[in-house]
């Protein structure tokens, strides 16, 4: 059991001290260490414990033994990180400064507001504002330790859709897709220490994706999409070991790639479902192909099946050996999906405000149990710590805790 996951069993049940510290949880990937979970989804099971009323925004909420930090966009105007007791949801600390920007107005109708997710490493919390710029706060008090602005110091644009990929801490370092390429800081100081597949083009400079970390043909590497590009890098100098361009519309590459053993999943708007393999030489080869487009869902992995909500708002499941689609859900549901799957089940917040339970069944779709949680649209990604459910809509920010 990963050392983020401490459980504390008492007689009513399964209280929990889990962390959710980074986009998409503990390991990057929404999967979490197996806990059971409850078998259904009902008012009567999924209680409210508090809930606080906040500005917009796209961040996913990050969860820390004690504290919950939010992130969000006031009056078009400001961006303000806050810090929540996660006992009791009181206010304990707030930090803010200007930088609120508009997206194009293709992408407007949705909102301009803030879309990085934070990354904690315990200390400090590491937040990207959307004029590409990257702020580290000390998490105890929200006191401001370091701040890079990437426009001022790479002499690069403001992102046409602001700064979208989400931070990745490794060690010493962190990873970030910002001033219009791929960099590693320094974690103490945000000194650049290198960057990588530099692309200063007014749009296609601003990456949609997160990076991942993971061990292909036995080489620890940082994976990562820029808006045109599936690529493999070196952690220490950041050297190209392995690319492949990557068809999508108006360089739509959102979806976190998935790393399967040797392989890499993605999905793009226009450019289908495909799997990457990798050899030993680091040379890559597309090894299937489906036209199922992705769009900004990313997929949980559950043995040989991949689960991925796509771009027809339809859920999908395909064996991730050869690519054969086990089922598409008859029903379509909302744009987006975040999930988190715990080895036998997969949660999904929908950005209508649903709480959808899914039996991870490659026979067929097994949907068990659906809630309304919230009224407001949800595009942040639900977290989930043990029997905790974090879920951050458009107006707030509100902990459950689920129990049969």
Request: charged fraction near 25%.
């Amino acid at each position: 059991m990963k050392l983020a996951y401490f459980l504390f069993f008492v007689f009513s049940g399964i209280v929990t001290a889990a962390e959710w510290t980074q986009w998409r949880g503990p390991a990057r990937d929404g999967t979490i260490p197996e806990t059971p979970w409850p078998t259904t989804l009902t008012e009567a099971n999924l209680k409210t414990a508090w809930t606080q009323e906040i500005a917009e925004g796209y961040s996913s909420p990050i969860v820390s033994k004690t504290h919950v930090f939010t992130v969000e966009t006031k009056a078009k105007e400001k961006e303000i990180v806050r810090a929540f007791d996660r006992k009791t949801g009181k206010q304990v600390w707030e930090r803010d400064w200007m930088g609120s920007m508009k997206v194009p107005f293709f992408a407007a109708k949705n909102g301009s507001w803030v879309r990085c997710t934070p990354a904690f490493d315990g200390d400090h919390l590491y937040v990207g504002g959307m004029k590409d710029v990257l702020v580290c706060l000390n998490a105890k008090d929200g006191s401001e330790k370091w701040r890079v602005d990437f426009v001022k110091r790479e002499g690069t644009a403001v992102p046409g859709f602001g700064f979208a990929s989400s931070p990745l801490i490794d060690g010493d370092a962190i990873y970030v897709q910002a001033g219009s390429a791929v960099m590693r800081l320094d974690k103490a100081t945000g000194e650049k220490k290198w960057e990588s597949l530099k692309d200063d083009r007014a749009m296609y400079g601003s990456a949609f994706s997160s990076p991942v970390i993971g061990t292909i043909q036995g080489k620890k590497q940082l994976v990562v999409q820029t808006r045109e590009m599936l690529a493999g890098l070196d952690l220490e100098n950041g050297e190209v070991l392995w690319k492949y361009k990557i068809k999508a519309f108006r360089g739509m590459n959102i979806l976190t790639p998935t790393i399967i053993g040797n392989r890499v999943f993605t999905s793009t708007y226009g450019g289908g479902t495909s799997m990457f393999e990798i050899d030993e030489d680091m040379g890559v080869s597309k090894i299937w192909v489906n036209k199922v487009d992705g769009y900004m869902s990313s997929p949980v992995v559950i043995g040989d099946f991949i689960y991925l909500h796509a771009r027809d708002k339809k859920f999908h499941c395909f064996r991730a050996s050869d690519g054969e689609k086990m089922w598409t859900s008859e029903s379509k549901y909302g744009e987006y999906w975040s999930v988190v799957a715990n080895g036998k089940r997969i949660l999904a917040l929908d950005e209508s405000g649903r709480l959808i339970l899914i039996e991870a069944n490659p026979e067929s779709f097994d949907k068990t149990a659906h809630l309304r949680v919230t009224k407001n649209p949800a595009w942040a990604h639900v977290a989930i710590c043990g029997n905790e459910v974090f879920v951050r809509d458009l107006k707030g920010i509100t902990k459950f805790v689920w129990a049969d």
